[in-house]
């Protein structure tokens, strides 16, 4: 009896000791931070792709998250894809934060933060960020020349017996100085909020049903520089509101799939406006839409009608659309080979909040109506060998009933000083190719832009660009620079050249040195905004940190 209880006490201890050392043997995981780009250009800001949080919807773990990074209304933010830092203890851990801070000379702040888990049960999201420039190059914010952008939003995903429950919100808060350009008002702002809720229900056999409600308010306001001009109302305020609903019933199968969706909207300026052409819109559409696919190729058709109050010569206009698409990395080719193209009848309609964040230093004073274009896009990849590839893309587009396309007015302006926004028939033809070299432990890509008939309002004829990367075997440190020229007759004639040095301090902390538009920073000089009195930001030097935890 004595010989067993030995043994039994000498299990036991085993096994406790056992028991509390297997959290601390897992406590640990090696990540690994990859590079991260972040320039910033004038007024676009690009930055690697998990730099700071994306605000996209919350999704299943079954699929992937291309980006958790904002997009800001006037910023262009891209990101590169990067592992977020597990410091979790025992279990794996479910919930992760991610953000990058920084400032930069003259009078630049950046802060992006997102707290979110995106795997396993009832997932969640909460972002903030915030982007002001106050100053451009030798002007002072004091005299209207400034820009700031704030953003908050939030996302809960309920799953209740193969039911989702999706609930968000998202606030906006955009503010521009007008560089004491404008007669009447010494600011534009505006600010809008979100709300959307959405049940998606899963049946047997690949089945689902969603359905989509959801709802905005926009207000856009201006100070007033001098109160005894006279303009009409709604150009020193104006308050809008959208209302909408979706349904759709889906079905996918191994290879096959098709969906059905109808769409009510409505949109309505929520009081009286001086001279108002339309305040009030209703629109509704049906659409089917079916296809093939597989690991490597995908063939899809889809059409429907859409009608209602502003749909310019016609009461109801049909669209339809059919493509296809190839990549060739999990086909039998296996190498990055690719092709896409897909064209027919576009018809869709912009919210006035969506044209005014698009098109700065303009306004609109009614609802924008219906936009129709016949359409075909088309885009090829092509690797050379194992370390280069070249890659180009066309787009076309052609008014159609017309309802034309709405563009700010540049070369315009009204008596307040601002531009309006207008439809105009239009025929659009663009390119875009480049090619792309890996040598050893650098990157080099070239590119080229062209707009061949219609030039956009907002874009130049041509773009040219460069760029060369380094990266350390270790991934610890690197650099880039880069340089674009805008070829017009109205574009500015300087370059733009920026630049990067980043050094991963921690594996999971990073700090970056970066320079946008250098010459025109050094040299102290300004960028004209397309073909106005405007000025766009020339110049900036900025430290920023990106963090995981």
Sequence with gaps: MKFKMKDLKN????????????????????????????????EVVTAGKDAAPDFSKVIPVDKKDDSVLPVFTEENVSFDEEPVADFSFGEAKTIFAQ?????????????DFSVYKSIGENPFKIEFSHLSKNGY???????????SNTRLFAEKTITVKNTDFIIGGEYKKNETGLQSASLFFYDLNSQEAFGNFSVKKSFLHGFEFESKSGGSW???????????????????????????????????GKKLFFDLNGRVDYGTLAEKFDSVEIENIFRAEASAS???????????ASGGIAGGTEMGTKKSIPFFNAGISFAGKNSPLKNNFSFEIRGGLDTYFNSLSELENKYKFSQLVFLPTETSDWFVNAKISVPVSKLASIYSS???????????????????KTDSGIFEIAPSDRTLFSTDSGF?????????????????????????????????????????????????????SDSDKCPLLGGELYYNLKESIKLSFELSDAIKLFARKDRDFMKTDYLVRAGCASLFAKFYF
């Design 11 to 42: 299990t036991l201890y085993f096994f406790c000791v056992a028991l509390f050392s297997a959290p601390l043997f897992s406590q640990t995981e090696n990540v690994t931070l990859p590079d991260i780009t972040t320039t910033i250009s004038g």
């Design 99 to 111: 953000g990058l801070v920084g400032g930069g000379f003259p009078g630049d702040f950046i802060g």
């Design 137 to 147: 190059g030798k002007h002072k914010a004091g005299d209207g020349f400034f820009d």
């Design 218 to 252: 926009y207000n856009r306001y201006a100070g007033i520089a001098d109160g005894e001009n006279d303009f009409l109302s709604q150009e020193k305020n104006i308050d809008v509101v959208y209302l909408n609903q979706n349904l759709n019933f889906s079905w996918n």
């Design 290 to 300: 079916a296809g093939w696919k597989n690991d490597f190729l995908d063939i899809s």
């Design 394 to 412: 066309a787009e076309f587009r052609k008014t159609a009933f017309e309802n034309g396309t709405w563009e700010a007015i540049y070369d315009s």
């Design 436 to 488: 792309s070299y890996l040598w050893n432990v650098f990157t080099l890509s070239a590119g080229w832009k062209s707009n061949w008939t219609h030039v956009p309002s907002d874009e130049f004829k041509n773009y040219v660009s460069t760029s060369i990367s380094f990266d350390s075997k270790e991934k610890s440190w690197g650099f880039s620079i880069s340089v674009q020229e805008d070829i017009d």
